[in-house]
């Protein structure tokens, strides 16, 4: 796992990415109707974003842990976190996963994981550290917002949640602190494989939302007479 | 002896049997013996809790008791605490106890017993021991479940220092387990074979979410760890302190101490509470606490505050009377009345706190760097005169407020500001001039200085300035000038004027100020004095004066090398003769100039004594800009004439001259000098510093030297910057020069005036060859009428004789003197006597312009030095019989005439028949200058040529004219 201090070149580099693509976005679309394409190009770019911003967050947090959690090799067993959503999945059935189903788990996965970092923000002890992380899950909310515009635009329904299965981030009376640390350290490295995860995600569905070049083409002939 | 050792046997087999019967006695239950033991745990706080009773006990009999209580762990026989619980029992009580392990209760198995006895104070020893309980055992781990591993004790809370003690339960021995603590692999202690113990002594405290402990296995499946909450030791509360602004609520702070450094959660909590009512309140801050008075008039109040948190607990304690902590608040409406240029009444109101309570209010008054204070007692409004103030000022007031019967504190400040009324200008502005005379006219320029805060009295709006004629005492002249002005000009004539300066503000006008401008300016000659300044500024004195004088002003400029002197005067009275200038203005390497005047009963200011001065000298920054010439090979003359010494940064005394040279010696008036770079030089002084001009003498020719000019004054000299090199010329160059450049000018003067003349000088010179045939001689003859005059021909051409020259050696004979000489003539053609036939004249062709003579060989006359030797002239000579006469004449006369000095004279035959007599020819000679001029010759009739003056003479000679006369 790759959770280190982000450096804030970095994200900069990055915003400046995404930033330098945004008035770029529209000419993907060449028809009068733009379609979902911009809309999940949008989405592929903050989910780089938020990848690289999670960098610099979880290297303040896990200072604050303090060791092993702040450890480059520190790889524990995953217990205790069962109720974080799962980004691992095997290759074959990502691959063959359709698109609604594809966003939908994405979605899913991202509403879990923003109310237990809310949970988190409320728990950290400094200022500074409840700045940074209200700061990413404002940015987790417009992620989530942009994957619910997508699915939107292609029609699918949102997710709605179950009643009485609204997630929580309150430990019961035998988890103990150490495990409470576990926990915060496991929804950190989960949610950077989401963000990861997403990237693909969100390229594979980009590529696949692109017409074909020769009906460019020919559309641009079409203009051009 | 054997009587006393039967007796000694009975006593002792008595004593054991007495022990004996004790024992048995002893063996016996105890009625009260503690009964129906019960172990309670409680891992959180790792203690175990006892809990028993004791039966037998009459109905309200009570019983003081010592239970003893034993703990083992991991074993019965393996006891590790001991210890006897002293109370009393009452009938039917049950009785409690607690234990707190430094081993968690979950790494072994501990087990309690416990017996009772009468606690008998006067003989403890002799207590009698009911039985012992049985075992109770404690077993913790059989609930644990089913993990792999397991670290106790979960998540505890100690202070910094404290001593803890870990340990790790596995499940499965043959894991090999390893701890870390922070990061870093601990060593532990088996305890049992699954469970290590770790020993932490004096914890430190590294962060508020805790120390991380941790235990994995190597396989790696299995990760279990604690966090250990380090918590700073709770500091007791300091400075508490209550009081009470209005009567109805209590402030309370206190100081909290450092922090813990405890998440909020585990933070500290402080709660306060009140003896006489017995009200308590948890304080929502960590430094201070409200408390609602109760509305029943209490008075007196006891609290503590008790600062807690898991660990400690600690209180402080504070008793007082409600109205002795009475801190009022600021009054409040704070407003002046009547305020006039020197008075105003100040009113304000305090805050009631109650109707019997009268307050001491302070007022305070700032004004112009004063400040006043007053008390003043106050029930609800509070008034304050205050008097004697300056017009035209800002004054601050604020006033506050206590509780005059038992005071406590002082309430907060409450400020207000007030501005007094403005009167008439106090004191007339201070006034000097400066005077210049511009074609006939004065121009006055008139300066004030502006008038003080306390002597203007208010904002000074215009000066009035009266000019008045005292020559003509009916013209006067009236200007107005605005404020913030302090000076102007005026155009005046050379009469006398008496100017008046008022300054006027919004109330009034100041007194007048008067000066008098004369028509004629007095500006006498006073003679400079020096003066030193220091950092304080120039202390001036000067002499008294013996007439009256109502004062003295001195004056200067602050930047005198300014184009603004910036004019400044300072002005003492008529007792005072010294004072002491300063200024900010004063620079360090500045001369500043200061005219003393005194005023003169009519107020007319006479210049008095000048001084000048630096407040501080500076050596010389700078070197003259020297200049050299008179360049000679022995001296060289310096001069810096440009360079002023009034501008210098201290008085200049006078110059060094630093040469340095080669040879590296020094004449007198110079003496050897080391540099700053170790090179010796010679230093010459000039201690006049007007003298601005230095000969430097006693030099070598076409040598090298280097100069410096540097100024030196009191404080130094000036820098040793670059040297001006110089090299001495050649001794003899400028007399060569002297020589060669008039001669050369003349030969160019003469080249110029041949080239002009070279007609002339051609004639003169080089004549055009005459051509005999075309002679105007021959016309003559041949007007005559001689038929045998004819042109002499070459051939026939015959030398008649040569003279021979002798000259005194050592001596030039001018041609005058060759008359005395007495030639040797070679006669080579026979006399008249021998002659038998006619024969031609002999005549010579010039060779100059006749090569072909030369050539024809027939009558040779070859050009030859006349120091030629003699045989060679044998060859002049063609035919056999000439060449044999001729050398044996010749050979005759050798031996009279010395070698070297002999010439031969070529005398033509026209000179001869010119001058008629050969013996004349020297005394006349054709012309003495650098060039003979071309005497023509031929062949003359001898019938027509003079006869010899003498019978040994021939018709015609030839003379060999001298080495020095030019031939042809």
């Known amino acids: 796992m790759d959770l280190r201090a982000g450096d804030s070149w970095g994200m900069l580099a990055c915003l400046c990415t995404v930033l330098w693509h945004l008035p770029a976005v529209p000419a993907l679309n060449r028809t009068g109707d733009p379609g979902p394409g911009p809309s999940i190009q949008k989405t592929y770019d903050l989910t780089r974003y938020l990848e690289h911003q999670l960098r610099s967050l979880a290297g303040t947090y896990l200072n604050y842990l303090g060791p092993p959690f702040n450890e480059p090799d520190f790889n524990p067993p995953r217990l205790g976190a069962e109720t974080l959503p799962r980004a691992t999945v095997n290759l074959d059935v990502w691959r063959s996963l359709n698109d609604k189903l594809r966003l939908t788990q994405n979605y899913e996965a991202y509403s879990h994981l923003l109310c237990y970092l809310r949970g988190l923000n409320r728990q950290a002890a400094t200022a500074e550290l409840r700045r940074s992380l209200a700061h990413f899950c404002t940015s987790l909310q417009g992620l989530l917002g942009s994957i619910a515009g997508v699915m939107a635009a292609l029609g699918y329904p949102l997710p709605q949640p179950l009643p009485g299965t609204e997630p929580t981030w309150a430990p019961g009376p035998a988890h103990s602190d150490f495990l409470q640390k576990m926990d915060d350290f496991w929804l950190l490295k989960e949610l950077q494989t989401w963000l990861w995860r997403s990237a693909k995600d969100f390229n594979r569905l980009k590529k696949k939302m692109q017409p074909p070049a020769a009906a460019v083409t020919l559309h641009l002939e079409a203009r051009g007479f | ?968």
């Open chain 2, 1 to 968: 002896m054997a009587l006393f050792s039967v007796f000694q046997t009975t006593f002792l087999l008595a004593l054991l049997s007495l022990r004996t019967y004790q024992s048995e006695v002893l063996s016996e239950p105890l009625p009260w013996a503690p009964e129906s033991l019960k172990v309670f745990i409680n891992s959180t706080h790792q203690c175990l809790h006892l809990q028993w009773s004791v039966h037998n006990l009459a109905h309200h009999q009570e019983l003081k008791m010592v239970f003893q209580i034993e703990i083992s762990r991991i074993k019965t026989s393996n006891v590790i605490w001991v210890e006897n619980y002293s109370t009393t029992v009452k009938w039917n009580q049950v009785l409690h106890w607690s234990w707190e392990s430094k081993l968690p209760l979950e790494c072994a198995k501990h087990f309690i017993r416990m017996r009772s006895a009468e606690d008998d104070a006067k003989t403890p020893e002799q207590s009698f021991w009911s039985n012992w309980s049985s075992w109770e055992e404690v077993d913790v781990q059989n609930s644990l479940g089913h993990d792999p591993l397991f670290v106790f004790p979960k998540d505890k809370l100690v202070e910094e220092g404290s001593n803890v003690t870990i340990c790790y339960v596995s499940r499965s021995p043959q894991s090999n387990i390893s701890c870390y603590l922070e990061g870093v692999q601990m060593q532990g202690e088996q305890l049992e074979p699954n469970v290590t113990v770790f020993n932490l002594n004096h914890v430190a405290f590294i962060r508020e979410t805790g120390t991380n402990i941790y235990c994995k296995g190597d396989q790696g499946d299995s990760i279990k760890g604690i966090v250990l909450f380090v918590s700073k030791v709770l500091e007791e509360p300091k400075e508490f302190s209550c009081e009470t602004q209005d009567l109805t609520t209590l402030n309370c702070t206190w100081d909290p101490g450092s922090d813990t450094g405890l998440l909020k959660q585990l933070s500290q909590s402080y709660t306060l509470f009140e003896s006489f009512s017995g009200k308590k309140t948890l304080c929502k801050h960590k430094s201070w606490c409200s408390w609602e008075v109760a509305p029943e008039s209490q008075e007196m109040y006891n609290f503590t505050l008790t600062a807690e948190n898991y660990l400690r607990k600690r209180s402080v304690h504070l008793l007082f009377n409600l109205t002795h902590r009475v801190h009022p608040m600021a009054p409040f409406s704070v407003l002046f009345t009547d305020v006039s240029t020197t008075n105003a009444t100040m009113t304000w109101k305090v805050h009631s706190t109650g109707n019997y309570y009268t307050l001491l209010c302070q007022v305070k008054l700032y004004g112009e760097g004063e400040v006043t204070q007053h008390n003043v007692s106050v029930e609800v409004d509070g008034e304050q005169l205050f008097s004697g103030l300056e017009p035209d000022t800002e004054y601050r007031a604020q006033v506050r407020c206590a509780n005059a019967n038992h005071f406590w504190k002082w309430s907060e400040w409450t400020h207000q500001n007030f501005t007094t009324a403005e009167a008439a200008p106090s004191e007339a502005p201070d006034v000097w001039r400066n005077v210049k005379s511009v074609q006939g006219h004065s121009v006055v320029t008139l300066f004030w200085k502006p008038l003080s805060k306390l002597q203007a009295n208010g904002k000074i709006l215009f000066y009035n300035i009266v000019i008045e004629n005292l020559d003509r005492s009916s013209s006067s002249k009236f200007l107005s000038i605005p404020a913030p002005a302090n000076g102007t000009e005026l155009n005046l004539d050379q009469c006398s004027y008496q100017i008046h300066v008022t300054a006027h503000n919004s109330v009034g006008t100041s007194p007048a100020s008067v000066i008098i401008v004369s028509g004629d300016p007095g500006n006498k000659e006073v003679e400079e004095e020096r003066v030193k300044g220091t950092e304080d500024g120039f202390s001036l004195s000067w002499k008294p004066q013996p007439g009256n004088v109502t004062g003295y002003i001195v004056e200067w400029c602050d930047r005198p090398r300014g184009p603004l002197c910036d004019l400044q005067w300072k002005s003492v009275g008529p007792t005072t003769t010294s004072t002491v200038v300063s200024s900010d203005a004063f620079r360090p390497g500045v001369q500043y100039n200061f005219r003393i005047y005194g005023i003169s009963t009519e107020r007319v200011p006479y210049l008095l004594e000048k001084k000048t001065g630096y407040s501080q000298e500076l050596a010389p920054s700078d070197n003259p800009q020297v200049v050299m010439s008179n360049l000679t090979s022995r001296s060289f003359t310096l001069s810096w004439k440009d360079y002023s010494i009034e501008s210098q940064p201290s008085f200049i005394q006078g110059y060094h001259v630093y040469l340095k040279s080669k040879a590296g010696q020094c004449h007198s008036g110079s003496e050897k000098a080391v540099l700053s770079d170790d090179a010796v030089c010679c230093k010459y002084k000039i201690d006049n510093p007007k003298q601005k001009t230095f000969v430097v003498e006693n030099l070598q020719p076409e040598s090298f030297y280097e100069f410096l000019v540097t100024p030196y004054s009191s404080v130094g000299e000036g820098p040793h910057g670059a040297f001006t090199k110089v090299t001495t010329p050649d001794e003899y160059s400028p007399i060569l020069i002297r020589v060669i450049l008039p001669m050369v000018f003349c030969i160019l003067l003469i080249m110029i005036i041949c080239y002009l003349k070279s007609q002339w000088m051609k004639e003169k010179c080089y004549p055009d060859i005459p051509d005999p045939y075309k002679s105007s001689v021959l016309s003559l003859i041949k007007s005559k009428e001689n038929p045998r005059l004819t042109i002499m021909n070459i051939k026939d051409c015959v030398p008649d004789s040569i003279e021979v020259l002798n000259k005194q050696e050592g001596t030039r004979k001018s041609l005058t003197e060759t008359e005395s000489s007495k030639p040797t003539y070679l006669y080579l053609l026979p006399t008249e006597e021998s002659y038998s036939g006619p024969g031609p004249c002999i005549c010579f062709e010039n060779f100059t312009y006749n090569q072909a003579a030369s050539d024809s060989a027939s009558c040779g006359h070859v050009p030859v030095a006349p120091k030629a030797p003699p045989s060679q002239l044998a060859l002049l000579t063609s035919p056999e019989n000439l060449l044999k006469a001729l050398e044996e004449n010749y050979m005759n006369s050798l031996g009279e005439i010395p070698a070297g000095e002999t010439s031969l004279n070529y005398v033509s035959q026209l000179a001869s028949a010119m001058t008629g007599d050969k013996f004349s020819l020297p005394t006349n000679p054709p012309e003495p200058a650098l060039c003979s001029e071309y005497k023509m010759q031929m062949a003359i009739p001898l019938g027509l040529a003079s006869p010899p003056s003498s019978g040994s003479s021939s018709l015609s000679s030839f003379t060999l004219l001298d080495e020095g006369e030019h031939y042809h």
